[in-house]
């Protein structure tokens, strides 16, 4: 049974803006959740994270300005609002999480996390 299911990927002109949603099976209090990507060829990316309590989080300068990272602990779901897409967001999105003591604790390490969604494609045409 998947522990995390992403969904709102798709195909959308250079400009748009998608929302990816990731809904957790296993709730999401205590869980610090992450967002990364893997476009063709290249290494799986930190995109951005946010701490259980909501009040904490971090991008990658990439997505800095563009891309917001939400969550509704009472629907066991973090979001991830991605506007002024570029051809270069195209990619495989992934949902992560990971259990941590404090509501204020992100991580941007892959590795940190222990378990992972199987993806969503987002592709941005110019």
């Known amino acids: 049974q998947a522990q995390l299911v992403e969904s709102g990927g798709g195909l959308v002109q250079a400009g748009a803006s998608l929302r990816l949603s990731c809904v957790s099976s296993?709730?999401?209090?205590?869980?610090?959740m992450g967002w990364f990507r893997q476009a063709p060829g290249k290494e799986r990316e930190f995109v951005a994270t946010?701490?259980?309590?909501?009040?904490?989080?971090y991008y990658a300068d990439s997505v800095k300005g563009r891309f917001t990272i939400s969550r509704d602990n009472a629907k066991n779901a973090v979001y991830l609002q991605m506007n002024s897409l570029k051809p270069e967001d195209t990619a495989v999105y992934f949902c992560?999480?990971?259990?941590?003591?404090?509501?204020?604790?992100?991580?941007?390490?892959?590795?940190?996390?222990?378990?992972w969604g199987q993806g969503t494609q987002v592709t941005v045409s110019s």
């Open positions: 992560a999480s990971v259990q941590t003591s404090s509501r204020y604790d992100i991580r941007t390490v892959a590795s940190d996390y222990g378990y």
């Open positions: 296993r709730g999401t209090f205590n869980l610090c």
């Open positions: 946010i701490g259980w309590g909501g009040g904490n989080t």
